[in-house]
């Protein structure tokens, strides 16, 4: 081959070259541009297992105590909260009972406060009445606190949901205990 027909291959394979090296840099760049991206997500993740650590911290008391909690706690919200618990449970007055007993009046009730449900003899012979702190452990762990009861629920993680869901339970109680007080200087 002639002295041009090898140039024209070698600026052709140039060319191609500077293609191909120009591909690799627009895609790097293109990846570049998405990273500040990821690592928000990855903060966000990171924030989702920090409160999970503190919703194991809080269950080991070092959060905010539920009396704190309860002094600024919304039934409005807890409302809400209740969804989870509606499809076993009715909360108005008269309302009858479902999977779960009617919870009107729960707040200070004794243990099994309703005759006219069947429970487990883990919940029937538990004795005593369900004081903020009882719920409280209850709804943040069912199996835990009463163990072989037949409340099929796994629990709810976050204080402050559950402390709304109690504020929701003694508003619907027409004689609820007085809330716990806030022991000074917390
Ligand atoms: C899957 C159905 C189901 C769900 C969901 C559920 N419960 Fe229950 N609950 C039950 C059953 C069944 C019992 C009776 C347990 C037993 O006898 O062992 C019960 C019992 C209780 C009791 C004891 C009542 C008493 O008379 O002593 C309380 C309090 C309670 N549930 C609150 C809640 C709250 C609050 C929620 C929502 C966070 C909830 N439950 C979600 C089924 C459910």
């Not at 027909?5 to 293609?19: C, D, E, H, R």
Request: proline share 6%; aromatic share 6%.
């Amino acid at each position: 081959m002639d002295i041009m027909t090898a140039n024209k291959i070698a600026a052709g394979f140039i060319i191609s070259l500077l293609v191909v090296k120009l591909g690799a840099w627009f895609a790097e760049e293109t990846i570049e541009a998405q990273e500040p991206e990821e690592p928000a997500y990855r903060v966000a993740v990171a924030e989702t297992g920090a409160d999970q650590k503190g919703a194991a911290a809080e269950a080991a008391a070092k959060g905010p105590s539920l009396a704190e909690l309860l002094a600024n706690a919304s039934a409005e919200k807890g409302a809400k909260v209740f969804r989870k618990c509606g499809a076993c449970h009715t909360i108005d007055a008269g309302a009858g009972n479902r999977i779960g007993p009617n919870l009107h009046d729960i707040v200070g009730a004794p243990v099994a406060h309703r005759d006219d449900f069947s429970y487990s003899d883990a919940v029937k012979n538990h004795g005593g009445t369900w004081t903020y702190e009882l719920l409280d452990h209850w709804i943040a762990d069912p199996r835990a606190t009463i163990p072989g009861n037949k409340m099929a629920f796994a629990g709810i993680r976050k204080a402050k949901d559950r402390a709304d869901l109690i504020a929701f339970l003694r508003a619907n109680t027409s004689n609820p205990p007085p809330l716990p007080e806030s022991p000074s200087g917390e």
